[in-house]
């Protein structure tokens, strides 16, 4: 089954709004990840938060991660049509592999 | 620099055929992975290479996957006798490494059984 789980599953909203999206996972994790995805190709890295983080940002993006809750969250200040994506998260334990959860689909109107 | 491509981009095959999808990492890294995305779902993961040590198959869905790499370079993912349930959006991905933490992915190959 998949670690992540991304909430909500479908997000519209208008140009201009936050957007915030969640994950919650279940076993213990070394970092967590966030992925966007432009029309279901290839996923671009976002942000990376390490389980002994809690806050981090860059540019209009800020990831929480509590670890005690397992779940994360994506928030994207004043969203542009341009941020329209699939966004996943993405755990990663002691070893190699990722596990993704099933995304969110976010969509900014004009 | 020239990041992870893969091809074919699409490939629309019979059921029954095999097809072989290609993925040229990013130079130096020595980590791949694929993945397969099914329409509206997450990736699964399917197959690592990290150098020359032994693969981890660990995601193939059946024996009818298979996957090869040239030492640190471009890797294969061949699937035979393909079924309708085969398709999918193939996604791989490289990282610096096995202790690195983000991957580079490439644009995919949607394919298509008929």
């Known amino acids: 089954s998949q670690q992540g789980e991304e909430d909500p599953q479908a997000l519209s909203i208008q140009e201009g709004e936050n957007a915030t999206m969640n994950c919650s996972y279940k076993?213990?994790?070394?970092?967590l990840q966030w992925y966007r995805q432009n029309s279901g190709r290839g996923l671009v890295h976002l942000i990376l938060i390490r389980s002994n983080e809690r806050e981090k940002h860059s540019g209009r993006l800020r990831v929480t991660l509590d670890t005690s809750k397992k779940s994360s969250s994506l928030l994207i200040t004043a969203s542009r049509a341009a941020d329209t994506a699939s966004y996943f998260c993405a755990t990663k334990g002691r070893n190699y592999k990722l596990t993704f959860g099933k995304g969110t689909l976010l969509t900014v109107n004009p | 620099g020239a990041g992870v491509s893969q091809s074919p981009s699409n490939k629309v095959t019979e059921k029954g055929k095999d097809v072989e999808l290609r993925c040229d990492p990013i130079?130096?890294?020595?980590?791949l992975y694929w993945y397969r995305q099914r329409l509206g779902q997450g990736l699964e993961f399917l197959i690592y290479f990290q150098g020359n040590s032994a693969p981890d198959k660990s995601g193939l869905p059946s024996d009818r996957f298979s996957a090869e790499r040239t030492g640190e370079s471009v890797s294969t993912l061949t699937i035979q006798r393909t079924q309708q349930e085969d398709s999918a959006v193939y996604l791989c991905?490289?990282?610096?490494?096995?202790?690195?933490?983000?991957?580079?992915f490439g644009p995919g190959t949607r394919l298509t059984v008929t």
């Open positions: 130079s130096g890294h020595t980590a």
């Open positions: 991905a490289s990282s610096i490494g096995s202790g690195g933490d983000e991957q580079y």
């Open positions: 076993t213990s994790i070394n970092n």
